[in-house]
C-alpha cells in the first residue's frame, strides 16, 4: 500500500445561506440509491453543536413551528451527482453546502433548484415534478397496479428450472384467482457466469427461448434478471476482452468484490463509453428479446459508476453510466426496464421502474425497516419512475411473519402500485392469498404522509378507487388507537377497513402492534 496526503482536484462547491428561525430543527434527508434508510428521512435532531447531516439529491430543512422550510435538490444528473451537507454553526442551521464532484470549476454544473413553502411534503412533490420533466421522464401508465413473480425471495440462487417451470405453471393456474400475475421473472441462477448473460447453465437444461416462448404461451409477460454492466473475473466476456473494462491508475481492470459467492465474486465494470461495450450491451439484449422476454431487471447498477480511465477521457462515471443506458433502451424500446441499486437520478427518463429499497426478507426485522424506506420515499411513487417497493411476501412458510406483518408488507405494494411476489401459490393459505391479493388489486394513489412515528411515515392519507382514505402501519410493539378527526374523516360517518378487512368503523380505530390497517370513506 501506498497511503498519503494528495491535493483533491477542484470541482464544483457552493452554499446556500438559510435564515431561519433559531429553533429550527426539522431535516428530511435521502440516499441516493436502493440502500436501507438506518436512520429516519424526517427527523428533529437534537441541540448540538457537532453534529452536521448529508444527504444526496435532495435535502429539506426548516421549522415545523412557524411551517417555514427550505428544499434545495438537483434536478438534473447528466454529468454529476449531487450532494448536499447541512452545515450548523453554534447549534443553528448557518448553511447547505452543494456539492458535485465530477464537474470541476469552469464547468456547466447541474441544474439545483431552491423551493421554499410551508409543508414539506410538497415541496418533494413539486421537486419530483421538476426532475420529472428536467430529465424527460415519460408519462406512465399507471391504470393497473403491476403484478408479477420473481424467483429470488423463494429460492435465491439455488433455483432450478423445475422450481421456475411449476411456479409458472402455478400463476398461470390462478389467472382467475385473487392474484394474477402479469410477469413471471426468472432471476439469478440461469447464466453461467456474472457477465455471461446469454451462457446457460447446465442446471437449465431447457434453452430459455424454449421458456421464454412458454411464458407468453401462458399468456404473461417473460422476464429476466442480470447485471448488464459488470462482469466477473471468470467470466468469459472478462477472459476474452479484458480491454472493455473501466482500468484503474495502472491500467488494469478496476475490480470490487460483489455479494456472489467465488468464483463469481470479484466484479469488473465495463466501460459503456467503448462503442464495442455498447455493441456487446445491445446484442444481450435483443438476444434475450429474440427470445420472448420483454421485462429486464438490471441489478448492479451502482456498479457501472466505477471511478477510472474508460475510452473517453471526457466522459464521468455519470456520463457514461447514462450512455450506456440509453443505449438499452434504445436496444429494446418497447419492453420494461427495472433499475435496480442505481443511483436514482441519472437513471430519470431511461427506466420504467427503480427499486426504491434494498432486498427485502421473510422476516419481521426486515420488513419493518423496507416498509420504512419505501414510505419515506412517497414523493417518487410514479413520478420520477414506477416505484418497486421489492417483493411482496405474505406467505406462512420459508419465513415467520405473522399475518399482521405480512399487511404492512402489503401495503407497500398498495401505496406504490407494485406487487410482484415470489411466494409459492401452490402452499400459501388462503388468508395468505387473498391478502397477497389485496395487495395487487388496491391502489392508494396520491398517498403523502399524514403523522410520523419516530421520524418514519405512520400515518397516509389518500384516496382509493376515487375516496378518501388513510392507512396506517403500526411497526412499534404497542396498541395504538387513533380517532376519525386526527386521521381527517368525518368521525359521524362509517369507514371501511378493507386490509383485513375489519369492515365498518366508526369514530375511531385500533390497530395491534405490528400490523396495518386502510380505511376507505
Not at 110 to 116: C, S
Not at 183 to 195: A, K, L
Not at 490 to 500: Q, R, T, V, W, Y
Given at each position: 500500500m501506498n497511503c498519503k496526503l494528495t491535493a483533491i482536484k477542484p470541482y464544483y462547491q457552493r452554499q446556500i445561506l438559510l435564515d431561519l428561525p433559531p429553533d429550527s430543527y426539522f431535516v428530511y434527508r435521502q440516499d441516493n440509491n436502493m440502500s436501507l434508510l438506518q436512520q429516519p428521512a424526517a427527523f428533529f435532531y437534537a441541540i448540538s453543536f457537532d453534529e452536521d447531516f448529508f444527504s444526496a439529491d435532495v435535502i429539506v430543512v426548516g421549522n415545523e413551528r412557524t411551517n417555514q422550510y427550505i428544499l434545495a435538490g438537483a434536478v438534473t444528473a447528466f454529468r454529476s451527482l449531487t450532494l448536499f451537507h447541512l452545515v450548523r454553526k453554534a447549534a443553528r442551521m448557518y448553511s447547505i453546502e452543494v456539492r458535485q464532484p465530477d464537474i470541476t470549476e469552469g464547468e456547466t454544473p447541474?441544474?439545483?433548484?431552491?423551493?421554499?413553502g410551508d409543508d414539506w411534503r410538497k415541496l418533494l412533490c413539486q421537486y419530483a415534478d421538476i426532475c420529472a420533466e428536467k430529465m424527460n421522464v415519460p408519462k406512465f401508465n399507471t391504470e393497473k397496479n403491476l403484478t408479477g413473480y420473481c424467483t429470488w425471495y423463494y429460492y435465491y440462487a439455488d433455483v432450478t428450472e423445475k422450481d421456475f417451470l411449476e411456479n409458472m405453471q402455478i400463476m398461470k393456474d390462478h389467472q382467475?384467482?385473487?392474484?394474477?400475475?402479469?410477469?413471471?421473472?426468472?432471476?439469478?441462477?440461469?447464466?453461467?457466469?456474472?457477465?455471461?448473460?446469454?451462457?446457460?447453465?447446465?442446471?437449465w437444461p431447457t434453452p430459455l427461448p424454449e421458456i421464454g416462448k412458454k411464458i407468453q404461451e401462458s399468456g404473461m409477460t417473460a422476464g429476466i434478471w442480470l447485471m448488464p454492466f459488470l462482469a466477473s473475473t471468470a467470466s468469459r466476456v472478462f477472459r476474452e476482452h479484458p480491454d472493455w473494462f473501466v482500468k484503474d491508475e495502472k491500467d488494469q481492470p478496476s475490480v470490487a468484490k460483489g455479494w456472489s459467492p467465488p468464483p463469481n465474486d470479484m466484479w469488473a465494470c465495463l466501460d459503456t463509453t467503448n462503442p464495442e461495450v455498447l455493441e456487446h450491451l445491445v446484442k444481450i439484449f435483443r438476444t434475450f428479446y429474440s427470445w420472448g422476454f420483454r421485462y429486464f431487471k438490471m441489478d448492479g447498477l451502482g456498479f457501472g459508476l466505477r471511478p477510472g480511465k474508460r475510452k473517453d477521457p471526457d466522459a464521468t462515471p455519470v456520463s457514461a453510466f447514462r450512455q450506456g443506458l440509453q443505449a438499452i433502451r434504445n436496444a429494446v424500446p418497447d419492453c420494461h426496464l427495472l433499475g435496480c441499486c442505481p443511483p436514482f437520478m441519472p437513471t430519470l427518463g431511461l427506466v420504467d421502474?427503480?427499486?426504491?429499497?434494498?432486498?427485502?426478507?421473510?422476516v419481521w426485522g426486515a420488513v419493518k425497516i423496507i416498509y420504512n424506506t419505501v414510505a419515506a420515499r412517497f414523493w417518487m411513487y410514479d413520478r420520477l419512475f414506477r416505484a418497486d417497493p421489492d417483493v411482496i411476501i405474505t406467505r406462512q412458510n420459508r419465513g415467520s411473519l405473522t399475518l399482521g406483518e405480512a399487511r404492512i408488507s402489503a401495503l407497500g405494494g398498495i401505496l406504490t402500485g407494485v406487487s410482484l411476489t415470489s411466494d409459492n401459490l401452490s402452499v400459501i393459505e388462503p388468508d395468505r392469498l387473498e391478502l397477497l391479493g389485496r395487495a395487487a388489486n388496491i391502489r392508494m394513489r396520491n398517498a403523502v404522509p399524514l403523522k410520523l412515528n419516530l421520524g418514519w411515515p405512520e400515518v397516509f392519507t389518500g384516496t382509493v378507487d376515487g375516496k378518501n382514505a388513510v392507512a396506517i402501519a403500526n411497526t412499534t410493539n404497542e396498541w395504538k388507537e387513533f380517532t376519525f378527526a386526527s386521521l381527517h374523516l368525518?368521525?359521524?360517518?362509517?369507514?371501511?377497513?378493507?386490509?383485513?378487512p375489519q369492515g365498518k368503523r366508526k369514530y375511531t380505530i385500533s390497530v395491534a402492534p405490528h400490523d396495518a390497517v386502510l380505511l376507505i370513506q
Open positions: 447541474e441544474e439545483v433548484v431552491i423551493l421554499e382467475d384467482s385473487c392474484y394474477k400475475a402479469q410477469v413471471v421473472q426468472i432471476d439469478d441462477g440461469y447464466q453461467t457466469f456474472q457477465g455471461d448473460w446469454n451462457d446457460q447453465d447446465p442446471s421502474s427503480n427499486r426504491i429499497s434494498a432486498d427485502t426478507k421473510a368525518d368521525p359521524e360517518k362509517e369507514a371501511e377497513e378493507i386490509l383485513h
